[in-house]
Structures are given as C-alpha cells and as structure tokens.
Nanobody, 123 residues
Framework: QMQLVESGGGLVQPGGSLRLSCAAS????????IGWFRHAPGKEREGVLC????????YYTDSMKGRFAISRDNAKNTVSLLMNNPKPEDTAVYYC????????????????WGKGTLVTVSS
C-alpha cells in the first residue's frame, strides 16, 4: 500500500525554523515528484513546494520563496520541508503528496496525500 506519513509539526515562534518530514512506504520515492500543500481553517488549500524526480523545485506562491526549502533523500525514502522565518499566516495543516510531476496544482485525490501535520506559528 502506497503511503505517505508526515511528521515534525508543532508550535514554532515567528522568526524561528521548523523542519517537516514526509516518509514514503509502499513505493519507490525516486519514481515520483513529491510536494507539500497546506490547509488553514477557513481558507482554500494552498500549494507550498514541489520537487521533481530530477530535483527541480516548484514554488506555488512567491511568498514562500527565500523562506521555505524542500529536499529529497531517495535512499531514505523521505522528503523534507524546511520552514525558515515562519509567520503566523503560515499556520496550517501541512500535507505531503506524490504525483507524476510538479503540476500547476497538487493532486485532488486523497490517496496521493498523507494525513497531515499541524504547524502553529505563534509567540
């Protein structure tokens, strides 16, 4: 069974840093693009970052450039999202997903996502 499991969420202060991890099982990570999207209460789902099988990175919004970074370790079947200088508006449940490429939007089908990890940015 293909599965993605997020970890690393929690409370972080504005201006701090937090690393989220996404562990893949049941499939070969190297065969897929992996990304993150987030969902905050009362807001639409928002793509964060995506990394292709070749390591090319896609930012879904400019507000994350220079603050968020994504990396993949195919040998460990994990993808990380590093959040630098988080802001209160970054508070959301963060989901990792797999897809056949980094497209304009994250996939709609829940079978391609993990269960999510909550990030709260607050002092």
């Amino acid at each position: 069974q293909m599965q993605l499991v997020e970890s690393g969420g929690g409370l972080v202060q504005p201006g701090g840093s937090l690393r989220l991890s996404c562990a893949a099982s049941g499939f070969t990570l190297a065969d897929f693009a992996i990304g993150w999207f987030r969902h905050a209460p009362g807001k639409e789902r928002e793509g964060v970052l995506c990394i292709s099988t070749r390591g090319d990175i896609t930012y879904y919004t400019d507000s994350m450039k220079g603050r968020f970074a994504i990396s993949r370790d195919n040998a460990k079947n994990t993808v990380s999202l590093l959040m630098n200088n988080p802001k209160p508006e970054d508070t959301a449940v963060y989901y990792c997903f797999r897809d056949y490429g980094c497209y304009a939007e994250p996939p709609d089908m829940e079978e391609y996502w993990g269960k999510g990890t909550l990030v709260t940015v607050s002092s």
